[in-house]
């Protein structure tokens, strides 16, 4: 045999070699393509549940206050130098002293305990600077379920000497928090203070922590 006749039986040999290289990696790519195909379609339907979890949860407490026949007040801008809100570690929520605004904005305002203002009162006192705080932290997270629990409240009742019930006035928050978060979320910490006097004449003053849901 000669050098060429060699040579083309070696390049003969190696056809069958090439064509199972050439099957292999159309097999290779085909696998690849299915497994990107289910890779998309995992994340595709990821996507879909978590975008339906999001779409239950947006509606849940709006739609709990909702059923209360609940409407929140417009939030209120700070009336002095400071911020309504601040963020600190651990996904906490600093909520500033709120006021009781009615809804058309007027400011519930006198001293517990004096001129005819009673325990009822304040208590309603109360219960209007929760919601201006729940129309602050809807304005602030724009979905009221990413609260995930209310730490603590703080009340200052504006009251007389010899009145004694600020924790009672208090309740007006307390209950208001729960009713519209659930007690799991909305059982939270608590002081109640009487002062002889507070800013603007308000009867209540309120402030919060908040624990907040990862986004």
Known sequence: MNHDSKCLGAFESLIPISKRIEQNSQHELKMMSIVSSKAALLSSSSRHFRRALT???????????????????????????????????????????????????????????ENGLDKDYGYEAARHAALNIVSTLKQELGDLDRVEKV?????????????????????????????????????????????????????????????????
Request: a negative charge; proline letters at 6%; aromatic letters at 6%.
């Open 151 to 215: 730490v603590k409240v703080f009340g200052i009742v504006q009251s007389s000497d010899d009145f004694k019930e600020q924790h009672l006035v208090m309740d007006g928050c307390s209950d208001l928090m729960m009713e519209v978060f659930g007690k799991e979320a909305g059982y939270h910490a608590r002081s109640a203070i009487g002062t002889s006097t507070l800013p603007i004449d308000i009867s209540v003053e309120v402030e919060a922590i908040v624990q907040i849901k990862a986004e």
């Open 55 to 113: 779409d239950r949860r947006l509606v849940h407490v709006e739609k709990r206050l909702e059923e209360m026949g609940i409407t929140l007040p417009p939030p209120a801008a700070p009336r002095a130098n400071y911020n309504s809100v601040c963020y600190t570690s651990g996904n906490m929520l600093y909520v500033s002293g709120h006021l009781p605004f009615h809804p058309d904005g007027t400011l519930m305002t006198g001293r517990i305990g």
